[in-house]
C-alpha cells in the first residue's frame, strides 16, 4: 500500500485524494485535492461546474494528531459565482467554510467532547491549542449540534445550578428528567435565569410540564410559580435526604448529651 492511501484511510477523510505527505519535527503535512467536479457553495446547497478562479494559496486546517504529530491538512480550493452570496471560496467536506475555522470537524468535535470530560486547562495541553481556541470551538460545535427540539415533549424535568470558577459563578442548568440530558443553560442562578427558558418554550408547550424537581432554595420555585403556575414543584431527593440526615444527627446529639447527664448524675449523686 503506498504512504498516500495509508494516510488517507488513516485520517478517514472522503471525497478527496491525498497527493503528498511531508513529514516535518512534531508535524505531518497531508495535501489534499477534492475528487468532486462541482464546486459546492459553502452558505447554501447551489453547486455549479463553473469554476469563477483559482486561489494562490492553499488552504490549512488542523487535523486530528498522528502519535506525537500535529496533523495538518492542506487544499488548493477554487471559487465560484454563487447567485446568492456572491464569488465565495467552495465549501470541503471535512470542515467549515474557509474563514471560519482553520480546524476539521473532526478535530472540533474531539475538543468539545473532550471539555465535557475534563478541565479546559488539562484539553489545552493535550490537544495542544489556545485557551480561547478551546471555548470558540466549543461555541461553534454547540451552535452547529445544538438539538431545535430540544424543548418539545418536556413533561418531567430538573432544575439545578453549578459553580465554576472557585464558586465565585454560576450556571443554571435544565434537564430532561425522561432522556437525562441537559436542554437549557444559562448564566447565574436566580429566577431570571430562567426567563429565557420560559420564553423559548411558549405558552403551549409549558402548558404540557407537569413537575420540575429542585432544590430548596426560593430562586428557582419563585420562577415556575410566575411563569408556570400549574407545575407541580418537587423537592430535589439529595436535599429531602440530606436535611432529615441532619435532623437525625441533632436527635442522636441530643440523645447522647442527655446520656451523658444521667450517666454523671449516677456517678456523682
Known amino acids: ?70 496533523t495538518w491538512l492542506s487544499c488548493q480550493l477554487r471559487r465560484l459565482r454563487c447567485p446568492t452570496h456572491g ?30 470530560k475534563m478541565d479546559k486547562t488539562t484539553v489545552t495541553k493535550l490537544l495542544r491549542v489556545a485557551w480561547r481556541t478551546v471555548g470558540t470551538i466549543c461555541e461553534r460545535v454547540v451552535t452547529e449540534e445544538l438539538d431545535p427540539n430540544r424543548l418539545d ?15 465565585h459563578n454560576y450556571l443554571t442548568l435544565v434537564t430532561n428528567h425522561e432522556t437525562g440530558k441537559i436542554v437549557y443553560g444559562a448564566e447565574g442562578k436566580s429566577a431570571k435565569s430562567l426567563d429565557e ?8 408547550r409549558i402548558a404540557k410540564i407537569k413537575a420540575a424537581t429542585m432544590d430548596l432554595g426560593p ?16 423537592l430535589d431527593p439529595f436535599h429531602v435526604v440530606k436535611l432529615g440526615t441532619e435532623a437525625l444527627e441533632e436527635v442522636r446529639k ?16
Open 1 to 70: 500500500m503506498r504512504a498516500t492511501s495509508l494516510v488517507k484511510q488513516m485520517l478517514g477523510l472522503r471525497s478527496v485524494t491525498v497527493i503528498e505527505v511531508l513529514v516535518r519535527p512534531h508535524e505531518l503535512l497531508v495535501k489534499l485535492r477534492l475528487t468532486r467536479s462541482r464546486l459546492v457553495c459553502p452558505k447554501c446547497s447551489y453547486t455549479t461546474r463553473s469554476c469563477y478562479d483559482t486561489r494562490t494559496l492553499d488552504s490549512r486546517w488542523r487535523h486530528l494528531d498522528i502519535g506525537i504529530h500535529q
Open 87 to 116: 464569488v465565495i471560496t467552495e465549501a470541503v467536506p471535512f470542515a467549515r467554510p474557509v474563514g471560519e475555522s482553520r480546524f476539521t470537524r473532526d478535530f472540533e468535535h474531539l475538543v468539545a467532547w473532550a471539555c465535557a
Open 153 to 167: 415533549d418536556l413533561f418531567i424535568l430538573g432544575v439545578d445550578e453549578i459553580s465554576y470558577r472557585k464558586h
Open 197 to 204: 427558558f420560559f420564553d423559548d418554550l411558549g405558552e403551549e
Open 219 to 234: 430562586a428557582f420555585a419563585k420562577a415556575f410559580r410566575e411563569k408556570a403556575p400549574n407545575v407541580q414543584i418537587c
Open 254 to 269: 441530643d440523645l447522647w448529651r442527655d446520656d451523658e447527664k444521667a450517666s454523671l448524675s449516677y456517678l456523682c449523686p
